[in-house]
């Protein structure tokens, strides 16, 4: 099974529009953490914010925040007030445990397949 | 600023001839990924390096070797490189046992074959 699952291959909003990107995962882990990357079309992976599985509140950095909703398994990243600069592919991913030690999985990130993201003026 | 950095930021090679990848970081961070990223799909990671140990994910052809001779710098080779070897090349790192920290990236290598 897939470890995220982005469902939407492309999305547009209109310039100053809040959008939603959709994030669902799969962990039995009890500890583990999720990201949000922005990668341009230059390439550059950007991180933009965390949520911690034990987080009670939801994270937020500037234009950016985090519905996170445990018993459902998601983390939705929410952009708001769109600029024509946030035009780009948008990665959500999860890195599991707290405590690695050694073993291939130690601190990996599970990436989904991105969504790309069009802001329109 | 603590960074990663990459370079070159963009490499032509031959078919079959081999290029290495470099990738240097000011972060003293004690993992270092390499993930391989095709156009429009997610990055997939090749293989880290926590500290000297080194991690091959299964699926990691054998004509990719990564050296790492010091804390600060880490290599990818490709041996014979192949068309389908064409693609982004992305280098990361983070301190171990902190999973509330992201990995930080590198701005890439764009490779192409010939």
């Known amino acids: 099974a897939q470890k995220i699952t982005q469902t939407q291959p492309g999305m547009f909003v209109q310039e100053k529009e809040a959008v939603t990107l959709d994030c669902t995962y799969d962990?039995?882990?009890?500890?583990?953490?999720l990201f949000w990357y922005k990668q341009p079309s230059s390439g550059e992976m950007i991180f933009l914010i965390y949520?911690?599985?034990?987080?009670?509140q939801n994270a937020t950095e500037g234009r950016y925040s985090l519905n996170f909703q445990k018993a459902r398994k998601s983390a939705n990243l929410v952009i708001s007030a769109s600029q024509l600069g946030d035009s780009a592919m948008y990665f959500c991913?999860?890195?599991?445990?707290?405590?690695?030690?050694?073993?291939?999985?130690?601190?990996?990130?599970?990436f989904g397949r991105g969504t790309q993201l069009t802001v329109w003026p | 600023d603590a960074m990663v950095i990459q370079n070159p930021r963009y490499q032509v090679t031959q078919f079959g001839k081999p290029v290495t990848l470099s990738c240097s970081q000011t972060?003293?961070?004690?993992?270092m990924y390499w993930y391989q990223q095709k156009s429009s799909q997610a990055p997939k990671l090749l293989f880290h390096?926590?500290?000297?140990?080194?991690?091959n994910e299964a699926d990691t052809p054998d004509n990719f070797q990564s050296r790492r001779p010091n804390t600060s710098f880490c290599f990818l080779d490709i041996r014979s490189p192949g068309l389908g070897d064409a693609a982004m090349y992305l280098c990361?790192?983070?301190?171990?046992?902190?999973?509330?920290?992201?990995?930080?990236f590198g701005d890439g290598t764009r490779l192409s074959i010939l």
């Open positions: 390096y926590y500290d000297k140990d080194f991690n």
């Open positions: 962990t039995s882990d009890q500890s583990y953490g």
């Open positions: 972060l003293n961070h004690n993992v």
């Open positions: 991913a999860m890195r599991e445990g707290l405590t690695p030690f050694g073993g291939s999985t130690l601190g990996r990130l599970y």
């Open positions: 990361a790192t983070s301190r171990a046992r902190d999973s509330n920290q992201p990995q930080h």
């Open positions: 949520q911690g599985s034990y987080d009670e």
